[in-house]
């Protein structure tokens, strides 16, 4: 479970002003794959993060929340200016997935009506099946699922569904921060699941620092 887990230094949908510092303090910790939000930093800062991620050998990841294709499109080139190893998130436009393709970025964009913020996720299971499989055969490397964010019925239903059923790797973000969430999760089986807000709201360690909250995370996913 931990190799799927993605921490995002992310608090209410914005990037946090000290993550670089949160990150230094933590990329010792067994946690492969780091992130954060489009939001929050300026570019130049975003870049210097993603580097330090890089040269302490993550993964990174950068999500992007913005719908209009103008907005997507930012997101893209900003992802690639930055050295971003994959783009999660915007609404899948064919002139990103274009763009996308001639960089070496992988691209997991939204399925699902995909709406307001904070996101909410409207549309039926079938509906995000018939997207993931026009992405894949676009090149997408996987799909970004707010499963947790879903308005039209059980959450937990359509995700184990749609996760099931995906012809292409899901990341399945948002909202995940209790054990008892992590669990269904594991059950769910998705390529990757993000995490960031639960750590700062000390969903785990109650008194604890970011890094207690983070410690206890990594032993109970190590654990599973």
Request: glycine share 8%; net charge negative; aromatic share 10%.
């Amino acid at each position: 479970m931990l190799e799927k887990l993605i921490i995002m230094l992310t608090h209410n949908d914005v990037t946090v002003e000290n993550a670089k510092e949160l990150f230094e303090e933590n990329k010792d910790l067994p946690v492969v794959n780091w992130g954060f939000k489009d939001v929050g930093l300026e570019p130049e800062k975003m870049k210097e993060l993603c580097g330090m991620m890089k040269a302490a050998g993550k993964t990174t990841y950068l999500e992007v929340v913005t719908y209009s294709e103008a907005e997507c499109m930012r997101g893209a080139k900003l992802a690639v200016e930055c050295g971003f190893d994959c783009l999660m998130g915007t609404i899948y436009y064919e002139s990103v997935m274009k763009y996308v393709k001639s960089t070496g970025l992988k691209y997991f964009p939204f399925v699902g009506k995909v709406s307001e913020s904070p996101s909410i996720l409207e549309g039926s299971c079938d509906y995000m099946l018939d997207q993931a499989a026009k992405f894949q055969e676009a090149g997408v490397a996987g799909v970004d699922l707010l499963g947790y964010r879903y308005v039209e019925g059980d959450p937990n239903v359509l995700s184990a569904a749609f996760i099931k059923a995906s012809p292409i790797p899901t990341v399945l973000a948002g909202s995940i921060g209790s054990e008892e969430r992590m669990l269904l999760v594991k059950q769910m089986d998705p390529a990757y699941f993000t995490m960031g807000s639960a750590l700062f709201t000390k969903n785990f360690v109650k008194e604890g620092t970011f890094r207690e909250n983070l410690e206890a995370v990594v032993a109970f996913l190590q654990k599973q």
